[in-house]
């Protein structure tokens, strides 16, 4: 089967074409990060329009790279959410048009699932049953994954995702848009004694996590700093911050993560979303241990990441989660869209509710 999957719920245009033979066959992705960075962030109807021009040249850009024709399509998937409803309608409105012209069934598929999956797309797929960490600009969530649709909330974030924190201390350090990926590749030239920045709810009992009192403390380091300076923020203090917030942060991520395996009992982690691509966690999940009991020996930890490329919203990850779920396709025409979906609310095959806790 060749499932086309169309991802559009923010700010990139993903179409990807996936055959359950052969595995991914063709990949276009379309980012709008220069067009918004001219207004500090993603602006929605801008967003919409985009995906409206790209959606057709990426679609036959990928047919080409695949060596396939639109007849070949069995099926058309597409992030139905949680995301932009403008951008969402966008993508859905192409494809259920698109799906009907075939005479082919639609496959909405949940977009946290589609990057919850994702590191099965990788040449080593993580075997089930896994832990996952959601970590995006939108989402930070400890996943219990036991089978496509067999999924257990665990913790989440309470208030503002890694990502988006990530983000929204960038531009108080005066980084251009997007400035996650910038600030990480500046903790790589700051030192990790300089600043000690808190580690909110590390020590919970429970697997929630916090980040909005992280971005409040940096603030106010950011402020004092440059009352110090005269109103600048030397390079060289700027680096060192977002070493120690980038510390910060992925501390708790690796804690909550341990936790979690250990609460469990399973012994692999798959990390999955934007911030799966920081070097920084990277790092300290590959040298990831836990243990069992107290009295136990620690034991390292087997963790699983999408490729590079594939960590970002793209329509690889769209089309896997279609294929996945085949056996859910819906006759074309249904524009409906839902931007705000949670992951739980979604069913496993044979429409079993799945459970939160």
């Not at 990502?163 to 790589?188: N, Q, V, W």
């Not at 004092?224 to 980038?246: M, W």
């Not at 919203?313 to 279609?322: L, Q, V, Y």
Request: aromatic residues 6%; charged residues 20%.
């Amino acid at each position: 089967m060749l499932v086309l999957g169309i991802e559009s719920s923010c700010d990139e245009t993903g179409v990807a074409l996936y055959d359950t033979a052969r595995g991914l066959i063709g990949n276009q992705l379309h980012t709008q990060m220069a067009m918004h960075a001219e207004y500090g962030g993603v602006v929605p109807e801008l967003a919409s329009r985009d995906h409206i021009r790209r959606l057709v040249p990426l679609t036959e850009a990928c047919l080409k790279e695949a060596g396939v024709s639109y007849g070949d399509i069995d099926a058309v998937a597409f992030t139905q959410g949680p995301g932009l409803g403008g951008a969402l309608l966008a993508g859905s409105s192409y494809a259920n048009a698109l799906a009907f012209a075939l005479g082919k069934p639609v496959v909405p598929v949940h977009h946290l699932e589609g990057h919850l999956l994702s590191p099965l797309l990788a040449d080593e797929q993580p075997p089930l049953p896994f832990v996952a960490l959601l970590v995006s600009g939108g989402h930070t969530q400890l996943m219990a994954v036991r089978g496509i649709g067999d999924y257990t909330l665990l913790g989440e974030s309470v208030d503002d995702a890694a990502g988006e924190a990530f983000d929204k201390t960038a531009k108080l350090l005066g980084l251009p848009y997007p400035g996650g990926a910038r600030l990480s590749e500046l903790a790589k030239l700051g030192r990790p004694d300089v600043f000690n920045f808190p580690r909110p709810m590390l020590h919970s009992h429970d697997l929630q996590m916090s980040f909005s009192g992280l971005k409040t403390s940096v603030l106010t380091t950011v402020q004092k700093t440059r009352e110090a300076h005269g109103g600048e923020l030397p390079d060289s203090v700027r680096n060192n911050i977002c070493r120690a917030f980038q510390d910060a942060v992925v501390d708790v991520l690796a804690a909550k993560a341990a936790k979690a395996l250990q609460q469990t009992g399973f012994g692999t982690l798959v990390v999955a979303g934007g911030v799966g691509a920081n070097w920084k966690l990277r790092e300290t999940l590959g040298k990831l241990h836990i243990r069992r009991s107290p009295r136990a020996k620690p034991e390292p930890v087997k963790v699983y990441f999408p490729p590079l490329p594939l960590c970002t919203d793209n329509g690889a990850m769209i089309a896997f989660a279609g294929a996945m779920r085949l056996d859910g396709a819906q006759t074309a025409g249904a524009f409906n869209v839902r931007p705000r979906w949670p992951l739980t609310e979604i069913v496993r095959s044979g429409d079993t509710p799945v459970s939160a806790v």
